[in-house]
C-alpha cells in the first residue's frame, strides 16, 4: 500500500469538459513501499456528460 496526498483541482463548468490538473504527493507505505517517496502530476479532461475521462500523468518514485 502506498498512500498520497492529492493536491489538484477540476474546473466543474457544466457547459466544457472540465479540465483536470493533479500533484500526488507520496510519503507513506507498507511492505516494499516503506521507505517509498514521489510525486505524481496528472492532467487531463473529464466529460461531464458521460462521465468519462482521459488524461496523462509523470512522476518519480524514489527509494532509500
Known amino acids: 500500500t502506498w498512500t498520497g496526498i492529492d493536491d489538484g483541482v477540476i ?8 479540465a483536470i490538473s493533479s ?3 507520496f510519503n507513506e507505505g507498507t511492505g516494499y513501499l516503506a521507505r517509498a517517496t ?3 502530476r496528472v492532467i487531463g479532461d ?3 456528460e ?6 496523462r ?7 532509500e
Open 11 to 18: 474546473d466543474r463548468d457544466p457547459n466544457r469538459f472540465g
Open 23 to 25: 500533484l500526488i504527493t
Open 38 to 40: 514521489g510525486q505524481i
Open 46 to 48: 473529464v466529460n461531464f
Open 50 to 55: 458521460t462521465g468519462g475521462s482521459s488524461g
Open 57 to 63: 500523468y509523470v512522476g518519480q518514485v524514489c527509494y
